[in-house]
């Protein structure tokens, strides 16, 4: 439980600002901006995908925000729904409908980390997965946030990429 309390809300379209900040930060923390001119591609390029995804709800996002603070944001993570076509339960038993959920851009505010906010803001992600009969949730993780999704039951899979 964290130290001091905490309140989870949906994202808005006013949101979007701090989702795009979120990301960019994201990227920097893992070492993944070569530049300030990449970064601010990523910036415009988040912004208009972000706003997009959100309004048309294929992005779904969730804010924490520490208790007495009103308006300050303490950190994010938002859920991408993506259309599968229908295919067998990783059991075989049956077949899963309906789109995939990714998580991503879970980010937390610098002077907030260590104090159980990730793990709230993914309680929340996961709770809408489960209550909207998502069957797969995948993520990526940083070397930071590995240890929490385990502990929140992910485990790896058989993932290939192609660059």
Do not use: C
Request: aromatic residues 6%; glycine residues 10%; positive net charge.
């Amino acid at each position: 439980m964290p130290e001091i309390p905490f309140t989870i809300r949906p994202a808005a379209p006013a949101d979007v600002p701090t989702l795009v900040r979120h990301r960019v930060e994201m990227f920097r923390d893992m070492g993944r901006l070569a530049d300030e001119a990449t970064a601010a591609t990523l910036r415009a390029t988040s912004e208009s995908a972000i706003r997009a995804w959100l309004e048309a709800g294929a992005y779904l996002g969730w804010l924490a925000e520490p208790a007495g603070r009103a308006g300050e944001v303490a950190g994010g993570a938002g859920l991408q729904l993506r259309p599968m076509l229908p295919r067998p339960r990783p059991d075989g038993a049956g077949v899963l409908l309906g789109p995939e959920a990714y998580v991503m851009n879970v980010y937390v505010e610098r002077m907030w980390r260590r104090k159980g906010v990730a793990a709230l803001l993914m309680e929340r992600v996961l709770a809408h997965a489960r209550g909207a009969g998502l069957g797969v949730i995948t993520l990526h993780a940083s070397d930071e946030g590995r240890a929490l999704y385990l502990r929140l039951g992910f485990t790896p899979t058989n993932e290939l990429r192609l660059r």
